[in-house]
């Protein structure tokens, strides 16, 4: 079978002729039909993720594929970019009727992301929050997530041409960054900020109200900024990090997700597809996910 290989970290992805890959005890063989990528992906290729694999290994975590007829959703540390892939038969996810393959890779990390995030920020319904990146596949199913769960959404994006997309999936309003700060404030103050853009850290925490909670998701702009503690202490603040890997060892916490989200996946949750790439080339798509000016999840169609 075909495969895209990473042979050093930091260089470029290669084609490669390997093995069918064959089920042992626990698990079944995934016909892969398309991938969905995440920042995640890129950092594992530079070394730089919060868990480091040595390379060779075949990159993509968030897979959609069939098994006896029948069309699952995998999270895997790697392996993705392949004809086919060996999953462990519990980390299989059933999907609705209705979803396309590109559609289901769009699912899995962004929306067990967006509703386990929210859920350890103990979030209430009529809170304000904010959705940084709100067009982005993370940001898409964050505005749905929120609303599906009572909250009200502040969507921010980098450009004006964005911001139409969070509205259309229920955010209450939509500005560019530097309108957040008055917005926040004419808001009354936030209740919840989702982080994913990691310098501005302590900007996020001057939107917040008295006793508001920031969740440190990412740092998709590359720098990470001290966190003042004192900051904190002055309004009750709290932050918390969020790594969504660990927590789908957490059996009973992925079912509680899972049975919130499956039921309104494709009715009043719906996943945002971006710029769809062949198999054949993998490589533009990475480059797609590091331009910022694409919205939804970019996916590699097999």
Do not use: C
């Not at 502040?154 to 500005?175: T, Y």
């Not at 916490?253 to 919130?260: R, T, Y």
């Not at 993998?282 to 797609?288: H, L, P, Q």
């Amino acid at each position: 079978m075909k495969a895209w290989v990473l042979k050093r970290l930091g260089g470029p992805l290669e084609l490669t002729e390997l093995p069918e890959p064959e089920a042992k005890e626990g698990e079944a063989v995934l016909r892969v039909e398309a991938v969905g990528l995440n920042f995640a992906d890129h950092l594992m290729r530079l070394g730089a993720y919060l868990t480091r694999l040595h390379p060779p290994f075949v990159p993509g975590m968030e897979v959609v594929g069939v098994v006896e007829g029948r069309r699952y959703a995998a999270l895997l540390p790697q392996g993705g970019l392949a004809e086919r892939v060996a999953v462990p038969k519990g980390a299989l996810l059933p999907l609705p009727e209705g979803l396309s393959p590109e559609e289901a890779a769009a699912f899995p990390v962004s929306f067990l992301t967006a509703y386990l995030a929210l859920k350890r920020a103990q979030a209430r319904p009529r809170e304000k929050v904010l959705v940084q990146a709100a067009a982005g596949a993370l940001g898409t199913a964050a505005v749905q997530v929120a609303r599906a769960m009572g909250l009200r959404v502040l969507a921010a994006a980098s450009r004006p041409e964005k911001l139409a997309l969070p509205l259309a999936l229920g955010a209450e309003e939509a500005v560019t960054y530097p309108e957040v700060p008055e917005r926040a404030k004419a808001w009354g103050g936030l209740d919840l900020v989702l982080e994913v853009r990691g310098k501005e850290v302590e900007e996020s925490l001057g939107l917040l109200a008295h006793g508001g909670r920031l969740v440190y998701i990412g740092a998709a702009e590359g720098e990470v900024a001290p966190i003042p503690p004192l900051r904190l202490m002055r309004r009750n603040l709290a932050v918390f990090g969020f790594w969504l890997t660990p927590l789908l060892r957490e059996a009973a916490l992925v079912e509680e997700a899972l049975g919130f989200l499956l039921p309104r996946l494709g009715r009043e949750l719906r996943p945002v597809v971006g710029p769809v790439f062949p198999f054949a080339e993998a490589e533009a798509a990475f480059r797609a996910l590091l331009d910022r000016g694409h919205t939804g999840k970019v996916v590699v169609r097999l």
